[in-house]
């Protein structure tokens, strides 16, 4: 209660609450039991609802607590009044499916019908179902916090909102303690496939890779290679039979559109994984016309070139400029 009178005092327009909640925590952490997290949170909730702000409640360690211990806090702090409550996969240990059962607010019977045989529901089984439990259970906002420790943040991020999840916390470049928490880009990049027209209109799409920029110079960081949207080889082809299909229609190998973050697409072709498509569409850049078997010729030469040491562009532009040209590309224009 004083930290939260302390708050009250600076100014702000809200709190934020934050419990741990697992047996783990509650011995080695702050040593409460629940008894005393739920009273306390209903009397801060009350008090600071009393001031006129908004309030959040969250419980900490959410998908390694006890479901009952949960179903007795999130419907005490929901009476109380929290205009928002979280869970938390606090050290990255849930998947998908645990959130968004969990999400729903769906109980799990204490038996299932497996084959021909019952198996019993273990109390970690029935712990494992959050989101869509607790749906019903609330009638206020349900935010999430996801950790990436086992590379589920931005998969569970997802399964929450289809639950009934109506926040979900994102970092730029998933920056945050250990292996960070659901990353702003990745998520928006999954969100844009489901719901690309809300997306699209809602945000501003093409400000990620100079945001994501700004905050890798600042944190002193590079932005991984292969980070959704922005990483280097995000919009990159490499092999031969990916660089023809592109060419002819993008949405062959790509989901996602680069002009909708305002970036392009590589099609690349110094390496020996190069296809004749991709050496015909570089030589037509380069202003050259050639016969396909021709460019086949060029192919086999840039191939095994790279086998035999690193090539860059000029080297595949010199072996496709040093390449004969067609003898009517040689004439002048209305000779005959």
Same mark, same amino acid.
């Given at each position: ?14 709190l ?5 909640t ?12 629940m008894a ?23 419980s900490e ?12 806090l ?29 999400s ?12 021909s ?6 109390d ?13 259970? @609330?009638?206020?906002? *349900?935010? %999430?916090? !996801?950790? #990436?420790?086992?590379?589920?943040a931005?998969?569970? $991020?997802?399964? +929450? ?25 990745g ?29 890798? @110079?600042?944190?002193? *960081?590079? %932005?991984? !290679?292969? #980070? ?7 919009? $990159?082809?490499? +092999? ?39 050496i ?47 003898a ?9």
């Amino acid at each position: 209660m004083q930290d939260a009178q302390l708050a009250i005092g600076t100014g702000v327009h809200g709190l934020d609450i934050v419990f741990g909640t697992s047996s783990i925590l509650r011995e080695h952490s702050h040593g409460k039991d629940m008894a005393y997290i739920i009273e306390t949170a209903q009397e801060v909730i009350k008090f600071v609802k009393s001031k006129g702000l908004e309030v959040r409640f969250s419980s900490e360690d959410s998908f390694r607590s006890d479901w009952d211990d949960l179903v007795a806090l999130y419907t005490a702090v929901d009476r109380a009044g929290v205009d928002r409550v979280g869970i938390a996969d606090t050290v990255g240990c849930a998947n998908p499916r645990q959130v968004f059962d969990v999400s729903l607010g769906i109980f799990i019977p204490l038996v299932l019908l497996s084959g021909s045989r019952l198996v019993m529901i273990t109390d970690a089984d029935r712990a494992s179902q959050l989101v869509q439990k607790l749906r019903n259970i @609330v009638s206020c906002d *349900i935010e %999430t916090h !996801f950790h #990436n420790d086992t590379g589920c943040a931005i998969g569970n $991020s997802f399964c +929450a909102l289809e639950a009934g999840a109506t926040h979900v916390d994102t970092a730029v470049l998933g920056i945050g303690e250990r292996n960070g928490i659901t990353p702003l880009g990745g998520f928006l990049a999954r969100m844009v496939v489901n719901s690309p027209e809300y997306c699209k209109s809602k945000y501003q799409l093409s400000m990620i890779k100079e945001i994501e920029d700004l905050v890798a @110079v600042a944190a002193q *960081i590079n %932005t991984p !290679f292969n #980070n959704p949207i922005t990483g280097f080889c995000a919009f $990159s082809h490499k +092999a031969g039979i990916h660089a023809k299909a592109i060419l002819a229609d993008p949405s062959t190998y790509e989901v996602l559109d680069p002009a909708d973050f305002g970036l392009e697409r590589y099609i690349h072709f110094h390496s020996r994984l190069t296809g004749w498509n991709a050496i015909k569409s570089r030589a037509e850049q380069l202003g050259l016309h050639m016969p396909n078997d021709q460019i086949k010729e060029i192919t086999a030469r840039i191939k095994a070139l790279a086998d035999v040491r690193p090539i860059a562009i000029d080297d595949v532009d010199s072996l496709i400029r040093a390449s004969p040209k067609p003898a009517q590309d040689a004439l002048p224009n209305g000779s005959s």
